[in-house]
């Protein structure tokens, strides 16, 4: 047995063997392990922080109302009159003998009170200092002398090291999510050197895999997804934020620059883009698109998920109760809920969320191949204009040379990008219009939202009201675009459902009638009022916003139709001409050109200075795309293709949602109940004052509490931090509910390794090292055999005196099956992917389009990168207990259910793993005891035994009987799954390689973490 010396130092260290210290006393009854929880249960409900459901003005949460009232407490716990008994009978709550005993052992040793542990910042305690000649070799670092504290309490003795093929396998897994390799496990088995295992984890730390193991659960408490939720569910695009938390976990960003760039990145001095993608973690949360709902109600949803998902994350504290009310265990009030809800309130964003694809605030995201592309396309834009440049000066000259020898008679009509539009219409022929007839243009601008498009035509109306452009059916408020004029004033609609799902932005000054005035509409496909602009006669027009909530599509297939929009009574009445369709938005310079209302040859007969600004800008751009010389030409024509090509590429660039504060801040109130328009009083940006105050040195927006998040001062973030780490490796954390560090929560099974690993993690925030030091300690590397006496004396495993055998999660059940068969498509980052998954399911479960599994290497991506549907997550993902991703979920799960069995023995991913699997060891190995051991290996990592390899060979030459007899059974599994059998193999034996490499695959030992 271990002993323990009463004196403790702060350094690590191995001495002689010293005599044992006396017994220690009966346990002194601790206020927050033993009392508090009490309390907590059975009493704050009606005698805690919440002021309003607090009865008898009675306060047992605080120092100064225990003290006054124990005595009190400790005879109504124990009355045997029902009427004095607390808790009340009413309540449903009973206080057990043992509890009563302890609140009695309480009081006669004095009754201390303590403020709740986790509300107190952590101090570094001194690891004690464990001699023992028999096992001083135990101890790594110090975790092991905190953990041996509770053996010695109990009595227990730690279990051996595991074996070095179950240790590199474990560490491998939590390291990186797929199992080592035979080649590594044979390198590791050769290593005899003292140094031997941190050189794997060094390596395990190194690679780019390691981003991606930790992501996974990044991501599930950022709830993150690749559709909004609710109704519909149809998609967006925030894998460029998932992305830039795999490269920062691998780059080891510092967990206090990792908070603040995710919660207000933004704000930072002039911020990189990946500092302004960091902060679409708050942008996570789900997003309403119902036609139906109030916008400013589900705004407030927002903002609340925010606070909630925060809280949670970096202080582990439940926040949501407080929204309505002031927290009924926890001294936080609804004042201090919403006081955070103003950090997060200045966001410019709609409570209806775009339904397809990214709502505003967004930012283009290009990837570090993209920047490249990017800035090739720059520089190849600047030696276009670096050459334009030089031929400048020539152009004056040039021109007037042309202008001499022109003759007007014989120039082309010309007008700015006319190879990019998509139709030219009554060009140079005005049409009369007399409120009754249209023009029918066929089949032009068609397009969506997506698109982006410029309309452009001169008009001389004779009334104030009258369809101008239109491509939507013959009747009022259709689906579809159109341009009007409504008493005068040029209206321009975008229209899905006319009442709450539409486009409509008006002029503020109306037309002169009986004048011709020229009207260019450009639309950017950003599907906001903001992104469509209006010009008459080449100036953009003042306008207003009539609805801004265009969320689908306005594509029709009606034809597009000139003096007519919204049925025969709203038809134009007077003159149209030159009629521009562009399947560009045009760059203001190109609206005024095509304002122009003279052709280039009546410019040119024009004198010079007779001519206005834009009809010689007119001239000069047709005599530089049509009449100038070649050097001139090729020079202008040059850069316009490089712009062209820049802006295109441009395009096709991903978004990706952001925060971003608005430039008036908006005021946050008290919501009475938490209902979104029931306003109580205003309130100002501040944090819990049960908590360390905001620092004084930082502003006091969202920027000042992220860095106050990422205090040392907070009492919370790095605790919540190493308990999250340490539940990623031993799957339950030093506190239980992850979630709850309040007074509801579990208490901590080690006290202070909790505040030792805190402190010492905040002093750099180095996640890699904090990883490291649990992995390389001797708690970690024990064994994971149950003995009688560790089952006797602990049971769950809470003193952690052996190694946890743990069920893999979801995605490493699926990766580990591709990497073992040689499937794993390692491509790190990009837009997620569309694996195998059952037919029917998002139809049925969301009513919108069915899922399309996609081909080739997407199949076979690690799991991480799977599209992830909220209202129908990935079903072999889910089956496994992964996370639904509509809220923030940081305490992992685990489930055994006849389900996952079935999972694994038939669903597509798994079969064709174990068919490849199959297929990889028979072109490997030529006898079948070499393939099976072949097989073992790539999925347990060690080599079977010999009865091991026996019940495998009988497994293999019954499969082998069964699919002689049955061939087509064998062809059926070999045609499960998108890549294709060896041809060269026997297809029988194949297939019977493949059912056993499929029953490997469901072994105990191969989904287990030992």
């Given at each position: 047995?271990?002993?323990?010396?009463?004196?403790?130092?702060?350094?690590?260290?191995?001495?002689?063997?010293?005599?044992?210290?006396?017994?220690?006393?009966?346990?002194?009854?601790?206020?927050?392990?033993?009392?508090?929880?009490?309390?907590?249960?059975?009493?704050?409900?009606?005698?805690?922080?919440?002021?309003?459901?607090?009865?008898?003005?009675?306060?047992?949460?605080?120092?100064?109302?225990?003290?006054?009232?124990?005595?009190?407490?400790?005879?109504?716990?124990?009355?045997?009159?029902?009427?004095?008994?607390?808790?009340?009978?009413?309540?449903?709550?009973?206080?057990?003998?043992?509890?009563?005993?302890?609140?009695?052992?309480?009081?006669?040793?004095?009754?201390?009170?303590?403020?709740?542990?986790?509300?107190?910042?952590?101090?570094?305690?001194?690891?004690?200092?464990?001699?023992?000649?028999?096992?001083?070799?135990?101890?790594?670092?110090?975790?092991?002398?905190?953990?041996?504290?509770?053996?010695?309490?109990?009595?227990?003795?730690?279990?051996?090291?595991?074996?070095?093929?179950?240790?590199?396998?474990?560490?491998?897994?939590?390291?990186?999510?797929?199992?080592?390799?035979?080649?590594?496990?044979?390198?590791?088995?050769?290593?005899?050197?003292?140094?031997?295992?941190?050189?794997?984890?060094?390596?395990?730390?190194?690679?780019?895999?390691?981003?991606?193991?930790?992501?996974?659960?990044?991501?599930?408490?950022?709830?993150?997804?690749?559709?909004?939720?609710?109704?519909?569910?149809?998609?967006?695009?925030?894998?460029?934020?998932?992305?830039?938390?795999?490269?920062?976990?691998?780059?080891?960003?510092?967990?206090?620059?990792?908070?603040?760039?995710?919660?207000?990145?933004?704000?930072?001095?002039?911020?990189?883009?990946?500092?302004?993608?960091?902060?679409?973690?708050?942008?996570?949360?789900?997003?309403?698109?119902?036609?139906?709902?109030?916008?400013e109600e589900y705004a407030v949803e927002y903002v609340a998920d925010r606070v909630e998902t925060t809280a949670t994350v970096w202080l582990g504290l439940t926040f949501t109760c407080c929204r309505c009310h002031d927290h009924k265990f926890d001294p936080i009030s609804q004042r201090e809920f919403y006081q955070l809800f103003a950090y997060f309130n200045n966001v410019p964003e709609k409570g209806r969320?775009?339904?397809?694809?990214?709502?505003?605030?967004?930012?283009?995201?290009?990837?570090?191949?993209?920047?490249?592309?990017?800035?090739?396309?720059?520089?190849?834009?600047?030696?276009?204009?670096?050459?334009?440049?030089?031929?400048?000066?020539?152009?004056?000259?040039?021109?007037?040379?042309?202008?001499?020898?022109?003759?007007?008679?014989?120039?082309?009509?010309?007008?700015?990008?006319?190879?990019?539009?998509?139709?030219?219409?009554?060009?140079?022929?005005?049409?009369?219009?007399?409120?009754?007839?249209?023009?029918?243009?066929?089949?032009?601008?068609?397009?969506?939202?997506?698109?982006?498009?410029?309309?452009?035509?001169?008009?001389?109306?004779?009334?104030?009201?009258?369809?101008?452009?239109?491509?939507?059916?013959?009747?009022?408020?259709?689906?579809?675009?159109?341009?009007?004029?409504?008493?005068?004033?040029?209206?321009?609609?975008?229209?899905?459902?006319?009442?709450?799902?539409a486009l409509r932005v008006e002029t503020l000054e109306a037309l002169p009638l009986n004048q011709w005035s020229h009207i260019a509409v450009t639309y950017d496909a950003s599907r906001s009022a903001a992104g469509t602009i209006v010009y008459i006669d080449g100036v953009e027009a003042k306008t207003r916003v009539l609805l801004d909530e265009l969320n689908q599509s306005f594509d029709t297939k009606e034809p597009f139709r000139i003096g007519s929009g919204g049925g025969p009574d709203s038809r134009f009445n007077g003159t149209i001409d030159d009629v521009w369709i562009y399947n560009v938005a045009l760059e203001p310079a190109e609206v005024r050109l095509v304002a122009v209302a003279e052709s280039v040859a009546a410019i040119?007969?024009?004198?010079?200075?007779?001519?206005?600004?834009?009809?010689?800008?007119?001239?000069?751009?047709?005599?530089?795309?049509?009449?100038?010389?070649?050097?001139?030409?090729?020079?202008?024509?040059?850069?316009?293709?490089?712009?062209?090509?820049?802006?295109?590429?441009?395009?096709?660039?991903?978004?990706?949602?952001?925060?971003?504060?608005?430039?008036?801040?908006?005021?946050?109130?008290?919501?009475?109940?938490?209902?979104?328009?029931?306003?109580?009083?205003?309130?100002?940006?501040?944090?819990?004052?049960?908590?360390?105050?905001?620092?004084?040195?930082?502003?006091?927006?969202?920027?000042?509490?992220?860095?106050?998040?990422?205090?040392?001062?907070?009492?919370?973030?790095?605790?919540?931090?190493?308990?999250?780490?340490?539940?990623?490796?031993?799957?339950?954390?030093?506190?239980?509910?992850?979630?709850?560090?309040?007074?509801?929560?579990?208490?901590?099974?080690?006290?202070?390794?909790?505040?030792?690993?805190?402190?010492?993690?905040?002093?750099?925030?180095?996640?890699?090292?904090?990883?490291?030091?649990?992995?390389?300690?001797?708690?970690?590397?024990?064994?994971?055999?149950?003995?009688?006496?560790?089952?006797?004396?602990?049971?769950?495993?809470?003193?952690?005196?052996?190694?946890?055998?743990?069920?893999?999660?979801?995605?490493?059940?699926?990766?580990?099956?591709?990497?073992?068969?040689?499937?794993?498509?390692?491509?790190?980052?990009?837009?997620?992917?569309?694996?195998?998954?059952?037919?029917?399911?998002?139809?049925?479960?969301?009513?919108?389009?069915?899922?399309?599994?996609?081909?080739?290497?997407?199949?076979?991506?690690?799991?991480?990168?799977?599209?992830?549907?909220?209202?129908?997550?990935?079903?072999?993902?889910?089956?496994?207990?992964?996370?639904?991703?509509?809220?923030?979920?940081?305490?992992?799960?685990?489930?055994?259910?006849?389900?996952?069995?079935?999972?694994?023995?038939?669903?597509?991913?798994?079969?064709?793993?174990?068919?490849?699997?199959?297929?990889?060891?028979?072109?490997?190995?030529?006898?079948?005891?070499?393939?099976?051991?072949?097989?073992?290996?790539?999925?347990?990592?060690?080599?079977?035994?010999?009865?091991?390899?026996?019940?495998?060979?009988?497994?293999?030459?019954?499969?082998?009987?069964?699919?002689?007899?049955?061939?087509?059974?064998?062809?059926?599994?070999?045609?499960?799954?998108?890549?294709?059998?060896?041809?060269?193999?026997?297809?029988?034996?194949?297939?019977?390689?493949?059912?056993?490499?499929?029953?490997?695959?469901?072994?105990?030992?191969?989904?287990?973490?030992?």
């Open positions: 047995m271990f002993t323990r010396i009463g004196l403790v130092v702060v350094a690590f260290a191995i001495s002689p063997p010293l005599q044992a210290a006396p017994p220690e006393p009966a346990r002194k009854i601790d206020f927050n392990r033993d009392v508090r929880p009490i309390l907590s249960d059975n009493c704050f409900h009606c005698h805690g922080p919440d002021e309003k459901t607090r009865k008898a003005k009675l306060r047992l949460d605080t120092k100064e109302g225990i003290q006054d009232a124990k005595a009190d407490v400790l005879a109504r716990v124990s009355s045997k009159d029902p009427h004095e008994l607390m808790p009340p009978a009413k309540s449903g709550k009973q206080l057990t003998a043992a509890q009563i005993d302890t609140l009695k052992a309480w009081v006669s040793q004095g009754a201390t009170w303590s403020s709740h542990w986790a509300f107190t910042a952590p101090v570094r305690p001194k690891p004690t200092i464990w001699r023992d000649s028999g096992h001083n070799n135990w101890l790594r670092n110090p975790i092991d002398n905190f953990i041996m504290d509770g053996f010695d309490r109990e009595g227990l003795e730690p279990s051996p090291e595991a074996d070095k093929i179950t240790l590199l396998r474990r560490v491998t897994l939590d390291l990186t999510g797929v199992p080592p390799t035979p080649e590594e496990v044979d390198a590791f088995l050769k290593d005899t050197s003292p140094k031997a295992y941190e050189t794997v984890v060094d390596r395990l730390l190194a690679s780019p895999r390691f981003g991606e193991r930790m992501a996974w659960r990044w991501l599930e408490a950022a709830r993150y997804s690749d559709t909004n939720g609710y109704q519909t569910d149809a998609g967006r695009d925030m894998w460029r934020w998932r992305d830039w938390v795999i490269e920062a976990y691998n780059r080891n960003l510092p967990f206090d620059q990792f908070t603040i760039e995710q919660i207000a990145g933004d704000l930072l001095p002039k911020p990189t883009l990946d500092q302004r993608i960091a902060t679409g973690f708050n942008r996570n949360h789900r997003g309403n698109s119902e036609g139906g709902i109030v916008p969320a775009v339904k397809f694809g990214n709502s505003p605030p967004f930012i283009k995201a290009p990837t570090r191949e993209e920047e490249k592309a990017l800035a090739e396309f720059d520089a190849r834009v600047r030696e276009a204009e670096k050459r334009v440049a030089e031929v400048q000066d020539l152009v004056p000259k040039a021109q007037a040379e042309w202008e001499k020898a022109a003759d007007p008679t014989k120039l082309e009509e010309w007008w700015p990008r006319q190879r990019g539009s998509h139709a030219v219409v009554a060009l140079g022929k005005a049409t009369e219009f007399d409120g009754k007839h249209l023009v029918d243009a066929g089949d032009l601008g068609n397009g969506g939202f997506d698109d982006p498009f410029t309309l452009a035509c001169r008009i001389k109306p004779r009334t104030a009201n009258g369809a101008i452009l239109s491509r939507t059916p013959e009747k009022p408020q259709a689906d579809g675009y159109s341009v009007h004029l409504v008493n005068g004033k040029v209206q321009v609609h975008l229209t899905k459902r006319w009442l709450d799902d040119l007969r024009k004198p010079a200075a007779k001519r206005t600004a834009p009809e010689a800008d007119k001239l000069r751009a047709y005599f530089i795309d049509i009449a100038a010389p070649g050097d001139i030409r090729k020079a202008y024509d040059a850069l316009r293709l490089y712009h062209n090509e820049r802006r295109n590429y441009w395009s096709g660039i991903q978004t990706v949602m952001v925060m971003e504060e608005m430039p008036t801040t908006r005021d946050a109130h008290i919501l009475i109940r938490g209902e979104y328009d029931k306003k109580g009083p205003k309130v100002q940006p501040g944090v819990p004052a049960a908590l360390s105050p905001l620092p004084k040195d930082v502003p006091n927006n969202r920027l000042g509490f992220a860095k106050w998040l990422a205090s040392k001062e907070n009492p919370l973030t790095a605790r919540v931090a190493v308990n999250r780490a340490w539940q990623m490796h031993f799957g339950v954390g030093l506190v239980k509910t992850a979630e709850d560090f309040g007074t509801q929560g579990a208490f901590p099974t080690h006290p202070k390794l909790l505040d030792w690993l805190a402190v010492e993690f905040a002093t750099d925030w180095d996640v890699k090292r904090l990883h490291k030091l649990i992995v390389m300690s001797a708690t970690y590397r024990q064994a994971s055999r149950i003995t009688k006496e560790s089952l006797v004396r602990d049971p769950e495993n809470k003193l952690l005196s052996r190694f946890p055998r743990l069920r893999l999660s979801a995605e490493m059940l699926r990766d580990q099956a591709l990497f073992a068969s040689g499937l794993l498509v390692e491509k790190q980052g990009g837009p997620s992917v569309k694996p195998y998954q059952p037919a029917g399911l998002w139809k049925e479960l969301s009513g919108a389009d069915d899922y399309k599994p996609e081909h080739g290497e997407k199949l076979y991506r690690r799991s991480l990168y799977t599209y992830w549907k909220r209202t129908s997550p990935p079903p072999a993902l889910a089956a496994f207990d992964a996370s639904g991703r509509e809220t923030c979920w940081v305490r992992e799960n685990r489930t055994n259910t006849p389900l996952q069995a079935l999972t694994l023995l038939n669903e597509t991913a798994f079969v064709e793993a174990a068919r490849m699997l199959a297929q990889r060891v028979m072109l490997e190995a030529k006898e079948p005891d070499d393939r099976l051991t072949l097989a073992f290996r790539r999925v347990t990592g060690r080599r079977p035994t010999s009865r091991e390899l026996g019940v495998l060979r009988k497994s293999l030459d019954f499969q082998i009987a069964e699919f002689r007899a049955n061939p087509k059974a064998a062809a059926k599994l070999l045609a499960i799954g998108e890549s294709k059998p060896d041809r060269k193999l026997d297809s029988v034996e194949l297939a019977a390689y493949s059912a056993v490499c499929n029953l490997l695959l469901n072994l105990d030992e191969v989904v287990t973490k030992e």
